[in-house]
């Protein structure tokens, strides 16, 4: 249950701490008073989005936070449980709204996204606005009404997932169609490029290797001269040549090494600098025999430089990268040629998703009949009991054929009458203000029984009502508040003394501001305020006693 709600700088409150208790609480007050600010502030706390216009005026943020008992283990316990945020038996949310527009939003003290907010708000409150039955004509929120009751969540959200997987399939294969369109000069541009890269083969590789090649063929000549001038200064018998000298000068050391011991140092210096070159002439000699000097390999390294060049500037690539491009194009190529394969494919994919889509319809579509069957019944008799006796409640499935929706395959009206011996009718062609607000309230009602949120609000859902209805409607709400608490702001005194608690809303003003108060009535001021409720401004001794009967019959 709601135990607690504690409002800051929120609207006209300046700060407001009710404590609320189990059963059905009236909340009452003048029009204007603020009755429903507090229901908005609610609504701020379990997620709904406000703009800054709610923070009190020259305060920097608005606040509000709300507590809840529970009792045994609910789904809202398993929720908190899971997340890691339970706190034994309590809940308490807090949100803060700053004139940035940020907000910030808490679970026992824990930071959440509003959409964490949002899941929990759902197992903890259920608020019926007053405009409610202003969209009840509209299909789509009948619909909405009957899956609800049905608890037809999961197989929406599994017949969601189908048809967007099968409306995926759809729009690909219209993709593909379009592309094998659009790509019949693409395709025959390919098959001409990719031939011509056959036609050379490139290598990875290939064409730095080749450029190398041909710089050594071009200049095999100068390579040649200088590999045999370097051997003749090296290794030559004359006077100049330097192995000679080298050898010349290791002989004349090794004669003074017994005068100077440091010689033998510089000699051994000396034979190692000589093998060296000695090796270095040796690797020269060799080489310069596998130096080529074929014109006729020069001018096919040539040839095929150019040719890759001549695809390079084709395709605005590097020569270097023709290799890279010739497989790129190849698998456009292939991608291309294959688009029929993938189409049927598709097609596949597009039936199998199609027969899922209807397994999970059909099961939607039976589930939505049987409660259908349960539901006729018991909204007739709920909108006979609120003064339509002889009043009809159907609920009319129109198949859709063969075409596919995320809703499934009917679409779904509520029809009515309102009166005996005529046949119903579309509910947005029968019911009068009055009617659709007691067809509302009878289905909001039902639609109560049949959940488990632990809180439940109605918020002026009695608006178009008066008289014995409205005592009606207040039994009703009354009745609710037995097995759930029932919070109803209301402005019918006969629906407010059918209440286990009351709660009375009023608005102080001084010369610089206007606040908004909430008081518990004890029984003498519930009296005082039924009776205001009933006979206006002017309380009257009949009011009274008017008031007193309404109070001691609700108790029975």
């Not at 910030?104 to 899941?119: A, D, R, W």
């Not at 054929?401 to 062609?429: C, D, M, T, W, Y």
Request: glycine share 6%; proline share 3%.
């Amino acid at each position: 249950m709601l135990s607690e709600i504690i409002i800051k700088d929120f609207a006209i409150i300046q700060t407001l701490h009710l404590e609320l208790e189990t059963g059905m609480t009236a909340v009452t007050g003048e029009t204007g008073a603020g009755k429903s600010i507090v229901i908005d502030a609610l609504s701020f706390a379990m997620g709904d989005r406000f703009d800054t216009n709610v923070i009190r005026h020259e305060q920097d943020h608005a606040e509000v936070c709300v507590a809840f008992a529970f009792e045994g283990h609910s789904p809202a316990c398993h929720w908190l449980e899971e997340k890691a945020m339970a706190n034994k038996d309590q809940c308490v949310i807090r949100r803060i709204l700053r004139r940035s527009g940020r907000s910030q939003s808490y679970i026992n003290g824990h930071p959440v996204t509003l959409q964490m907010l949002k899941e929990l708000s759902k197992q903890l409150i259920d608020i019926h606005g007053q405009h409610e039955h202003q969209s009840l004509v509209q299909t789509e929120t009948q619909r909405h009404l009957l899956d609800l009751y049905a608890n037809n969540q999961n197989l929406l959200a599994k017949l969601t997932d189908l048809y967007r997987d099968y409306s995926q399939c759809r729009h690909d294969i219209e993709q593909l169609k379009q592309q094998q369109d659009d790509n019949d000069a693409r395709l025959e541009l390919l098959s001409y490029q990719v031939a011509e890269m056959n036609e050379l083969s490139p290598i990875e590789g290939e064409y730095e290797a080749l450029d190398l090649e041909h710089t050594q063929l071009a200049n095999a000549d100068l390579l040649q001269h200088e590999l045999h001038t370097a051997i003749h200064r090296l290794n030559e018998q004359d006077d100049n040549a330097i192995l000679p000298l080298l050898d010349l000068l290791s002989t004349r050391f090794a004669k003074l090494e017994p005068m100077a011991p440091q010689f033998k140092n510089f000699r051994e210096q000396l034979d190692e600098a000589s093998i060296t070159l000695r090796e270095v002439t040796a690797d020269m000699r060799h080489h310069v025999d596998t130096i080529d000097n074929e014109p006729a390999r020069l001018q096919w390294v040539d040839e095929r430089l150019s040719h890759y060049q001549t695809l390079a500037r084709k395709h605005r690539i590097e020569p270097d990268q023709v290799c890279q491009h010739q497989s790129v194009l190849q698998e456009e190529l292939e991608s291309l040629d294959s688009t029929d394969d993938k189409i049927n494919v598709l097609y596949e994919k597009l039936e199998a998703a199609k027969a899922a889509y209807f397994i999970v319809a059909n099961q939607l579509t039976e589930s939505r009949r049987t409660a259908a069957k349960r539901l006729e019944p018991m909204i007739t008799q709920q909108i006979a009991d609120l003064n339509m006796g002889g009043g009809q409640f159907d609920i009319h499935f129109e198949n859709q054929g063969q075409g596919l929706s995320r809703f499934g395959q009917e679409k779904i009206e509520f029809f009515v009458s309102a009166n005996p011996g005529q046949p119903p009718k579309p509910l947005s062609k029968v019911a009068s203000g009055g009617e659709l607000s007691r067809i509302s309230l009878a289905i909001q009602v039902i639609l109560a029984q049949g959940g488990d949120t632990p809180c439940l609000i109605f918020d002026e859902v009695d608006v178009g009502i008066g008289g014995g209805t409205a005592e009606i409607v207040g039994k009703l709400l009354r009745k609710l508040g037995s097995s759930s608490q029932v919070l109803c702001v209301t402005h019918q005194g006969q629906v407010a003394a059918q209440a286990h608690h009351h709660l009375f809303v009023c608005k102080t003003k001084s010369q610089v501001s206007t606040q908004t108060a909430v008081a518990k009535l004890d029984q003498t001021e519930r009296i005082e305020e039924i009776a205001r409720m009933i006979g206006g401004l002017e309380v009257t001794a009949t009011s009274k006693k008017h008031a007193k009967e309404l109070l001691k019959n609700a108790q029975f």
